[in-house]
């Protein structure tokens, strides 16, 4: 234990070992509730590769993934019998290459959470197309009546519908909205009751 102690507090080692002690800590307060998850993403900026993911997540694996590579370089340096100029030259050159391994080893893991932290889509009325609905005017024509429809999500809303053909849609009669005029803004609808 005491060789993985001096290892991660070995430089360039040592500069990784603090930020990840701060993202346990951060992941240890998200458990608890007392941080949210769900913050911005890495934008246009320096993180412009990590987009699509909350950046909290981004940061955790970059700096994860860096320390291990930085922690694997040091163990390497310690290995070796080195005069201090070069051991501090070495380890420059082992923190950019931790760093450099660390973003590829990010970004292979963002790339597919993309999918799973991508943008939600906005509602449509289109959407209501296929759903049953219930007549809540006193008749529907091919000019007027409206009607009582739930959404995915269990809400419900009052939509203008029209019937292409005669019948005898009244309050109360269900029907289906099996397209959406968008330029009139109205469902087209037909019984349900064969």
């Known amino acids: 234990m005491g060789g993985f102690v001096t290892a991660a507090l070995g430089f360039p080692a040592v500069l990784f070992s603090f930020l990840l002690i701060v993202v346990i800590g951060y992941w240890l307060l998200a458990l608890l509730g ?10 246009d900026g320096l993180l412009a590769g ?43 050159g082992v923190l950019v290459v931790a760093l450099v ?26 959407d209501f197309v296929g759903r049953a609905a219930v007549i809540r005017t006193s008749s529907v024509t091919h000019d007027f009546g409206q009607a009582e429809v739930a959404a995915a999500d269990g809400s419900t809303a009052i939509v203008d519908v029209r019937q292409a053909g005669q019948g005898n849609l009244t309050a109360g009669s269900r029907v289906v909205l099996y397209d959406y005029d968008s330029e009139r803004e109205f469902f087209w609808v037909e019984s349900l009751d064969i």
């Open 34 to 43: 007392a941080v949210d998850v769900d913050d911005f993403d890495g934008g």
């Open 50 to 92: 990590f987009g699509g993911v909350p950046l909290s997540i981004s940061l955790s694996l970059l700096i994860a993934f860096t320390w291990f590579a930085s922690l694997a370089g040091t163990v390497l340096l310690d290995d070796l019998e080195l005069s201090t100029p070069s051991r501090i030259g070495l380890g420059a």
């Open 101 to 126: 391994l660390g973003t590829l080893g990010t970004r292979v893991i963002v790339v597919p959470l993309r999918r799973v932290f991508g943008p939600a889509r906005e509602p449509s009325r289109k």
